[in-house]
């Protein structure tokens, strides 16, 4: 009791939890939708605390990178599962983010007032794809050596800055110790820092705002006289937590039952093996620049590709303030979006069937 009153006296948690208990959250057919969101950050906190215990152990240099891992997975208690843990969340929370991303942009929730929580979603979602790539190299096995050298050498079509660009990935001329330090930099400093406290923007931005109803939802409740709502406590907090359980469920399978491989070491004296491709989630862009003629309209294709690719991440920042409050334009976008993420999975799909054997 004593304790209690301590921390009520410096603290406000009275204030938070009497906000919670009055907090509401709209309840339609929809919000399934709205726990994707959780999910991911349920996700992101699993990231943290494994990553944690694995730079306990981890050697961040060419010479000792491998054998660090092979280490924690061999000879440290339960070392095989947390990295396991690390590798298989990490896909499941670019999954979560892509599958909240998408249903925002399909339900219209970067509609006004919400325009700065979709572009700090989109931001943290690109934050996500670089914790990835950052992430790749760093057990210096040789899948994820090629591969790395082949998605930085994807940098050099930026214009003027590419080359630049390129060296400053890399820290050098080429894939080497020097890269794998500076990737090791930006994936446990870095973007952890930024990834924080945008997090904490995008919940400050949600708790301002609330959840949003789409359009169609709000018209039915117009005309039948408001809109359905649960109390935030316990009523959302307990759906949201069971939905944390089952992707805890999926994850501890994954990890048990599929352990993350680690492969062999990196030889960067050896030639590129055949089938080398980046992660999942980068391969949509790998294989349709695999599908780009060398020019188009006399310029270098490539370059053609990587400016749509940055076209479009930079159309998806704007987009609240593109489409305004115009319903053909929010019609638009859901075709555009649906147009674009079936392109995302067929090209996906072309990449691995090409390497299945």
């Known amino acids: 009791m004593r304790l209690r009153v301590w921390i009520d006296e410096r603290l406000p948690l009275d204030d938070v939890l009497e906000t919670l208990r009055h907090k509401r959250v709209p309840h339609h057919r929809y919000s399934v939708w709205y726990y994707f969101g959780g999910m991911t950050l349920f996700l992101f906190l699993i990231q943290v605390g494994t990553g944690a215990l694995l730079l306990l152990y981890y050697r961040p240099s060419a010479a000792e990178a491998y054998e660090s891992v092979q280490f924690i997975v ?76 082949v998605g930085t050498d994807i940098a050099a079509s930026v214009p003027v800055v590419g080359e630049g660009l390129v060296r400053f990935l890399r820290g050098g001329d080429d894939v080497t110790g020097a890269t794998l330090t500076r990737l090791f930099g930006f994936h446990v400093a870095v973007l952890p820092g930024v990834a924080t406290s945008l997090v904490a923007l995008h919940l400050l931005l949600v708790q301002r705002h609330g959840m949003s109803i789409p359009p169609s939802i709000e018209r039915r409740a117009a005309d039948a006289g408001g809109i359905q709502s649960i109390p935030f ?125």
């Open 233 to 357: 406590l316990p009523h959302f907090l307990l759906r949201d937590l069971f939905a944390w359980t089952a992707v805890l469920a999926v994850l501890a399978s994954l990890a048990t039952f599929v352990p993350w491989e680690l492969g062999a070491k990196a030889d960067p004296f050896q030639p590129a093996p055949a089938g080398i491709r980046p992660e999942w989630y980068f391969l949509w862009a790998f294989e349709t620049l695999k599908h780009v003629p060398p020019t188009v309209a006399g310029v270098n294709g490539e370059l053609v590709a990587v400016a749509l690719m940055g076209a479009v991440v930079l159309g998806a920042i704007l987009l609240p303030l593109l489409v305004g409050a115009s319903p053909r334009a929010r019609a638009a976008v859901v075709w555009a979006g649906a147009g674009f993420l079936l392109f995302m999975s067929v090209m996906t799909g072309l990449a691995l069937r090409a390497v299945t054997p």
């Open 74 to 149: 061999s000879r440290v208690p339960f070392g095989w599962l947390v990295r396991s843990i690390h590798a298989w969340a990490a896909n499941l929370m670019v999954a979560s983010a892509f599958a909240h991303l998408f249903s925002v942009l399909f339900l219209h929730a970067y509609r006004r007032p919400r325009e700065l929580t979709w572009i700090s979603g989109l931001l943290l979602l690109l934050l996500t794809l670089a914790f990835g790539f950052t992430g790749y190299l760093l057990p210096w096995n040789t899948v994820s050596f090629f591969a790395t050298r």
